[in-house]
């Protein structure tokens, strides 16, 4: 404690011992699983599959594994004549030829002809990893669903999910919704992937609810660069992304993205290969963007000065990140480490908070924004409004921040919340 009291984080030392609790009375619980729908899904996953199987088979004029590095590296760069994409270097491992998702996404861009044949790929590399990862997880004995929650598991204090001490379950933070990427590219093709959160169901006379943190980063990112004219538009509740979009005269996708990665210290090289555009139009991009928003760029400057003055980073709460190693090149991570800790100190103060005044409500889930569990149906006139207004959490800014959060119910299932 000593040392604690010497680096002044006693309160944040706390508050990760009372954080324990919480986790280990999610983990105790589980989550209820529907195994009709389960077998549903599986045999929804295992069509689909076999749907890609014989499209690639068709395409090609014979069966691929596309698990097998070998094959795809001769299908790819052997019988197509694709020029190499290697991997990227990592500590201890030199580079080599790839043909994982990103090198896969590559020779796309490079030849669209065979955009289609990688989609399918792609698709049905996702397919499998949902189907053995997901669908056919192994339940506890009693049917239901458990993870182990580990409240030291990251650097930027977002809780780390695996399989439970006994070998059932799963990373219960990465089951895919409607909204993430792999879903929506996938309903752009034309294709779909099932509702793998539909599985898990509330208790018999229990809600399942799901609480949600409205763009959370984004609001971080914002009150770290103090800019007055962002603040108003995320308190106005408007599309911030089609605002920023008449900034840089692009649509709003492209906005979007270059705009999150350009926060986070992407680069104008970085950011033209990540988009899809020339780095002289990244450039331009930028300029408009540091022009229009010169609080962004003060942020970044300020970051890098305190790397090179302590080589650490703090956020609103008073963690701390110390890097120990060379900064040469450690912006990006440290401005990324800024509002992914302080989301997770507030998504983690308003779990405890909830579980403090209303210790009924079951919390079963925590996926890094979002809360997830249940609570009695029949109490659903005063447990709702609790549950909002203990998700309030203010972050210390000199100007204050609550991000807004949204609370979806159903008595059906986690996937059905609305």
Same mark, same amino acid.
């Given at each position: ?70 094959? &795809? ?11 190499p994409v290697m991997s990227r270097a990592k500590k201890g491992q ?47 004995e009693d049917g239901r669903m458990r993870c182990s929650l580990n ?16 070998? +059932? ?6 089951? $895919? ?14 294709? +779909? ?10 208790? $018999? ?62 680069? +104008? ?19 408009? *963007? ?60 308003? *779990? ?35 549950? &909002?207004?203990?998700?309030?959490? $203010?972050?210390?800014? $000199? ?6 959060? %949204? ?5 059906? %299932? *986690?996937? +059905?919340?609305?």
């Amino acid at each position: 404690m000593s040392v604690l009291s010497s680096l002044g984080l006693e309160d944040q030392a706390a508050f990760q011992m009372r954080l324990f609790w919480a986790a280990l009375r999610a983990m105790q619980l589980g989550v209820r699983v529907d195994l009709e729908r389960r077998a549903q899904i599986t045999a929804e996953l295992g069509l689909a599959i076999e749907g890609c199987d014989k499209f690639i088979a068709d395409v090609l004029g014979h069966p691929l594994n596309v698990r097998s590095s070998p094959q &795809m590296a001769g299908l790819f760069y052997g019988d197509l004549a694709q020029k190499p994409v290697m991997s990227r270097a990592k500590k201890g491992q030199p580079s080599h030829v790839s043909c994982d998702d990103e090198a896969l996404q590559v020779v796309a861009k490079r030849e669209p002809l065979l955009r289609p044949l990688v989609d399918k790929i792609l698709h049905r590399r996702s397919l499998s990893v949902l189907k053995t990862s997901f669908a056919e997880a192994r339940l506890g004995e009693d049917g239901r669903m458990r993870c182990s929650l580990n409240i030291c598991g990251t650097e930027t204090f977002r809780l780390s999910s695996s399989q439970d001490a006994f070998g +059932s379950g799963l990373n219960l933070q990465t089951i $895919p919704d409607e909204n993430t990427k792999a879903s929506v590219k996938a309903e752009r093709r034309g294709e +779909s992937i099932p509702n793998i959160k539909s599985m898990f169901v509330p208790d $018999p006379g229990y809600t399942f609810f799901n609480l949600d943190l409205d763009r959370a980063d984004l609001h971080v990112v914002v009150w770290e660069a103090d800019d007055s004219e962002l603040k108003a538009v995320l308190r106005e509740g408007a599309d911030i992304h089609a605002e920023n979009a008449k900034v840089l005269g692009c649509d709003r996708e492209l906005a979007k993205s270059f705009i999150h990665g350009t926060n986070y210290g992407g680069s +104008s090289r970085t950011m033209a290969i990540v988009c899809g555009i020339s780095t002289h139009i990244a450039d331009a991009y930028q300029r408009r *963007w540091f022009s229009a928003h010169p609080g962004i760029r003060r942020w970044h400057t300020e970051v890098e000065r305190r790397l090179n003055a302590t080589r650490e980073v703090h956020n609103a709460f008073g963690y701390r990140r110390h890097y120990f190693g060379r900064i040469e090149g450690l912006l990006p991570e440290a401005l990324a480490w800024i509002p992914q800790s302080t989301v997770a100190c507030v998504i983690n103060r308003v *779990w405890v908070s909830i579980l403090d005044a209303m210790p009924q409500i079951q919390i079963l889930l925590q996926v890094h924004d979002s809360l997830a569990g249940q609570y009695y149906t029949a109490h659903d006139f005063f447990h709702r409004p609790a549950i &909002m207004a203990n998700s309030l959490i $203010p972050i210390p800014y $000199p100007d204050p921040l609550i991000i807004p959060t %949204s609370l979806k119910t159903s008595p059906v %299932s *986690w996937g +059905s919340c609305a």
